[in-house]
């Protein structure tokens, strides 16, 4: 079966994949622990899995130096020049690492899937009954007696008439009981009455009482060969279960019957227990449709059978009829799932790139939000006749004594740098204008630019120009705040929208239930 073979193939490529996956997990296993040592797990959430990338990246020799020029721009910025190259290959081990572990995942839903599809239609092959149909006959099967203690004796086989040819034909399933070859009258009498009862008389109670409105169809729960006798207390079914007549609009009481049936099978007899069942107004059917209905139920009864076939007709009233025994379906679904999977996974690759742009725009909106702080009191200090590389300092020094989780905010680590640099023998000016680049915001690089300018040439009036840039930063701030309470306020319409219909429901209900 074609889908079939999909399926394996779909199994071999997965189970494939998932090996290895697995194989570039234990290789790359502790070899590069002390290379990743410096990583944040909050910054990299999946850092214990980081090596396979950094091993695939190994074993295949992928380029990773030259990179994405806007992504280069970014580490840039983020951890400098100097750690750009570590960092891009660190990026593209996550995004390799992450695409393995969901290409692992998906691999192991799709073997999971693909080997329950495959289980499910070998169990519809094995339970399908070791009959043969050929040209409309089957042999009965031979007596069995682990065959007769499940089902009573019998083997239920669907088979499927095509009545008819072209776009009229019709379709028509029929559940067909087929006896074994022998077993004593009595014992079949026995067996009948039980199977009666039990599977049509209690089974279809409740259609009973809704009422039925064609022929009562029990023929075909008669098993093992036995005869069934309808007996009524009312005139319209005969003893084979026929409608005779219809009931009359306004003897409804005459609708109700009280029947119970008579089995028996050489000199064997039993009566089943009693039942009732309404009747309703026929619906019609083709001549041909009711013809091979009729054919089924005298087949049911053990009619039109010898000892070794059942013969089903091929043509009524003109119309030929294709008899066809249901063939198992295979479903499986595997294949769609693993390339929608495939899909989603290179989605996932190209959402880390975006979120290096989002650590770029929290870096920057960090440094906006602490840089009044931090101007407001570099002016104070310089007024106090500190010069620039002493005042930072001494602010570096305060915030890493009182808050030390404050001093590790981007504004504090890059002012960090810059000392860092003129200690190591870099011009102060310049440092201060690397900073500003650094930080890439109007108000920093403006500062810097002002701060090397008063080093290299004066300025009459510095303080009061930091003054200035203090004030501006401070109604930057105020602006940036006022922006954000906006947009909360815009979010919160929707759930204040929700509230109010709770209100109105609660309000509303009492007055409705009592309409």
């Known amino acids: 079966m074609y889908e079939l073979l999909i399926s394996y193939i779909t199994l071999c490529i997965c189970i494939f994949v998932a090996v290895v996956i697995l194989l570039f997990f234990f290789l790359g296993l502790g070899k590069?622990?002390?290379?990743?040592?410096?990583?944040?797990?909050?910054?990299?959430?999946?850092?214990?899995?980081?090596?396979?990338?950094?091993?695939?990246?190994?074993?295949?020799?992928?380029?990773?130096?030259?990179?994405?020029?806007?992504?280069?721009?970014?580490?840039?910025?983020?951890?400098?020049?100097?750690y750009t190259p570590f960092y891009l290959k660190v990026h593209l081990a996550n995004k390799l690492s992450t695409v393995m572990l969901c290409a692992l995942l998906v691999c192991c839903l799709v073997v999971y899937n693909t080997l329950g599809a495959i289980s499910v239609y070998k169990e519809k092959i094995q339970e399908s009954p070791p009959i043969a149909l050929e040209n409309g006959t089957f042999n009965r099967p031979a007596f069995d007696e682990k065959v007769f203690a499940e089902s009573?004796?019998?083997?239920?086989?669907?088979?499927?008439?095509?009545?008819?040819?072209?776009?009229?034909?019709?379709?028509?399933?029929?559940?067909?009981?087929v006896p074994m070859q022998s077993l004593p009258d009595e014992e079949c009498v026995k067996l009948a009455v039980h199977y009666l009862e039990e599977n049509y008389i209690d089974a279809y109670y409740e259609t009973f009482?809704?009422?039925?409105?064609?022929?009562?169809?029990?023929?075909?729960?008669?098993?093992?060969?036995?005869?069934?006798?309808?007996?009524?207390?009312k005139p319209y079914v005969d003893s084979t279960g026929k409608l005779t007549k219809k009931p009359l609009d306004n003897e409804p009481e005459e609708v109700l019957q009280n029947a119970s049936f008579v089995i028996s099978?050489?000199?064997?007899?039993?009566?089943?227990?009693?039942?009732?069942?309404?009747?309703?107004?026929?619906?019609?059917?083709?001549?041909?449709?009711k013809e091979m209905d009729k054919s089924v139920d005298l087949i049911n009864k053990g009619k039109g059978i010898d000892e070794t076939t059942v013969a089903l007709p091929q043509e009524l009233k003109k119309?030929?009829?294709?008899?066809?025994?249901?063939?198992?379906?295979?479903e499986d679904s595997s294949l769609s799932f693993l390339m929608g999977s495939i899909v989603i996974l290179i989605l996932i690759a190209m959402s880390l790139d975006s979120d290096v742009g989002n650590k770029i725009k929290r870096k920057r909106m960090e440094i906006q939000r602490e840089f009044p702080d931090f101007i407001t009191k570099f002016a104070l200090l310089m007024s106090c006749g500190l010069t620039a590389y002493d005042a930072i300092r001494r602010i570096?020094?305060?915030?890493?004594?009182?808050?030390?989780?404050?001093?590790?905010?981007?504004?504090?680590?890059?002012?960090?740098?810059?000392?860092?640099?003129?200690?190591?023998g870099k011009g102060e000016a310049t440092a201060y204008e690397d900073f500003g680049l650094r930080c890439r915001i109007p108000l920093a690089?403006?500062?810097?630019?002002?701060?090397?300018?008063?080093?290299?040439?004066?300025?009459?009036?510095?303080?009061?120009?930091?003054?200035?840039?203090?004030?501006?930063?401070?109604?930057?701030?105020?602006?940036?705040?006022?922006?954000?309470?906006?947009?909360?306020?815009?979010?919160?319409?929707?759930?204040?929208?929700?509230?109010?219909?709770?209100?109105?429901?609660v309000v509303l209900y009492p007055a409705m239930a009592q309409l």
């Open 32 to 82: 590069y622990k002390n290379m990743l040592k410096p990583l944040n797990k909050k910054e990299f959430a999946l850092l214990s899995f980081i090596h396979m990338g950094m091993k695939f990246i190994d074993v295949f020799k992928i380029s990773y130096a030259k990179g994405n020029r806007k992504l280069r721009e970014q580490f840039a910025e983020l951890y400098g020049d100097k």
């Open 152 to 177: 009573g004796g019998v083997i239920n086989i669907s088979v499927e008439a095509l009545i008819g040819e072209g776009g009229k034909a019709i379709t028509r399933t029929y559940d067909i009981s």
């Open 209 to 233: 009482n809704a009422g039925i409105s064609s022929d009562l169809n029990f023929s075909k729960f008669v098993i093992l060969g036995c005869k069934a006798e309808l007996i009524t207390d």
């Open 265 to 289: 099978k050489g000199g064997f007899e039993q009566q089943t227990k009693d039942f009732t069942f309404m009747l309703k107004p026929d619906s019609s059917l083709s001549a041909a449709v």
């Open 319 to 330: 119309v030929p009829i294709t008899l066809r025994l249901p063939i198992a379906s295979y």
């Open 396 to 424: 570096l020094k305060e915030q890493q004594e009182h808050d030390a989780a404050h001093s590790k905010n981007p504004l504090m680590v890059e002012l960090d740098t810059a000392i860092r640099e003129i200690d190591l």
């Open 445 to 505: 690089m403006k500062f810097s630019s002002a701060l090397a300018q008063n080093l290299r040439r004066g300025s009459e009036d510095f303080t009061g120009l930091l003054r200035a840039q203090s004030k501006e930063a401070w109604e930057i701030r105020k602006s940036d705040v006022r922006a954000k309470g906006e947009q909360a306020a815009t979010k919160l319409i929707f759930p204040m929208l929700l509230s109010v219909i709770a209100v109105i429901a």
